[in-house]
């Protein structure tokens, strides 16, 4: 069973930062995509960013391109997504995920953290 660990959340002013971590207990063709999503209340789950193990093909959705940056570190089995000039509409539930390529995010064979409160105040 993967594990996804996930840290780093927490309470920010606009135009601070924040690092979220996520750590994956396996490196396989079932977690070779590793991503970032993030739920609102009352909004619908939408992904941020993802990306290979490899490093390749990072994505990112249109509202944070430029301030928000998915990167890896294959050594520890870690994805990190860097959040900069963050605004108070990025305030979510995070999650990170991780699934095989020719998965949607909505797949049940994606595989979930616990998520992580990122709370951006004005």
């Known amino acids: 069973q993967v594990q996804l660990v996930e840290s780093g959340g927490g309470l920010v002013q606009a135009g601070g930062s924040l690092r979220l971590s996520c750590a994956a207990s396996?490196?396989?063709?079932?977690?070779?995509?590793m991503g970032w999503l993030r739920q609102a209340p009352g909004k619908e789950r939408e992904i941020v960013a993802s990306?290979?193990?490899?490093?390749?093909?990072?994505n990112y959705a249109n509202s944070v391109k430029g301030r928000f940056t998915i990167s890896t570190d294959n050594a520890k089995n870690t994805v990190y997504l860097q959040m900069n000039s963050l605004k108070p509409e990025d305030t979510a539930v995070y999650y990170c995920?991780?699934?095989?390529?020719?998965?949607?995010?909505?797949?049940?064979?994606?595989?979930w953290g616990q998520g992580t409160q990122v709370t951006v105040s004005s």
């Open positions: 995920a991780a699934k095989n390529l020719g998965s949607s995010w909505s797949a049940s064979s994606v595989y």
């Open positions: 990306i290979t193990w490899s490093g390749g093909r990072p």
């Open positions: 396996e490196r396989t063709f079932r977690t070779v995509v």
